[in-house]
C-alpha cells in the first residue's frame, strides 16, 4: 500500500478533481503494466493498493504515477494552482491475509477522515 500527498499537504483533491485524477492515475498504470487494485484518498492525499512486476521497484513505480499525473492535471489545469505531489512518499508491503481490510480502509477514506484528520493519521504511520 501507498499513499501520497500534494506539495505542503494542501487541499487540491476535491471530489471532482480527485475523480478526475484517480481515473487517469488508473489509465496511466494500465499503460504501464503497474496493477492498482485499490486507489481513493481525501483532500490531502491518496492511498493506493497496487501489484508490482518483480522487475519494477516501488520508487520507478511512484516516479511513474506521480510525475505523470502531475504533468496531467496541470496540462488539464484540474486545480486552482500549480499541482505536485510532496516529494516523499509512504509504502507498506500487506500480507495477503489482510487484502480486504486494505481494501475496505482505501475504500472508506472520506467516512474515514470524518474521524480522523490525515494529518494524525500520518504522523501515527510515521
Given at each position: 500500500?501507498?499513499?501520497?500527498?500534494?506539495?505542503n499537504?494542501?487541499?487540491?483533491l476535491?471530489?471532482?478533481?480527485?475523480?478526475?485524477?484517480?481515473?487517469?492515475?488508473?489509465?496511466?498504470?494500465?499503460?504501464?503494466?503497474?496493477?492498482?487494485?485499490?486507489?481513493?484518498g481525501?483532500?490531502?492525499?491518496?492511498?493506493?493498493?497496487?501489484?508490482?512486476n518483480?522487475d519494477?521497484s516501488?520508487?520507478?513505480?511512484?516516479?511513474?504515477?506521480k510525475?505523470?499525473?502531475?504533468f496531467?492535471?496541470?496540462?488539464?489545469?484540474?486545480?486552482?494552482?500549480?499541482?505536485?505531489?510532496?516529494?516523499?512518499?509512504?509504502?507498506a508491503?500487506?500480507?495477503?491475509?489482510?487484502?480486504d481490510?486494505?481494501?475496505?480502509y482505501?475504500?472508506n477514506?472520506?467516512e474515514?477522515?470524518?474521524?480522523?484528520?490525515?494529518?494524525?493519521e500520518?504522523d501515527e504511520?510515521?
Open positions: 500500500m501507498l499513499f501520497g500527498v500534494p506539495k499537504r494542501h487541499p487540491f476535491t471530489k471532482e478533481a480527485r475523480k478526475k485524477l484517480i481515473k487517469h492515475i488508473r489509465e496511466n498504470a494500465k499503460v504501464k503494466n503497474i496493477f492498482i487494485d485499490r486507489i481513493n481525501h483532500t490531502d492525499h491518496l492511498h493506493c493498493l497496487m501489484w508490482l518483480a519494477m516501488i520508487a520507478k513505480a511512484m516516479q511513474l504515477i510525475g505523470e499525473s502531475a496531467w492535471a496541470n496540462k488539464e489545469q484540474l486545480t486552482e494552482s500549480k499541482f505536485e505531489w510532496a516529494n516523499e512518499y509512504y509504502a508491503s500487506v500480507s495477503e491475509s489482510a487484502l481490510a486494505v481494501r475496505k482505501i475504500d477514506q472520506e474515514h477522515h470524518k474521524e480522523i484528520p490525515f494529518t494524525q500520518c504511520f510515521l
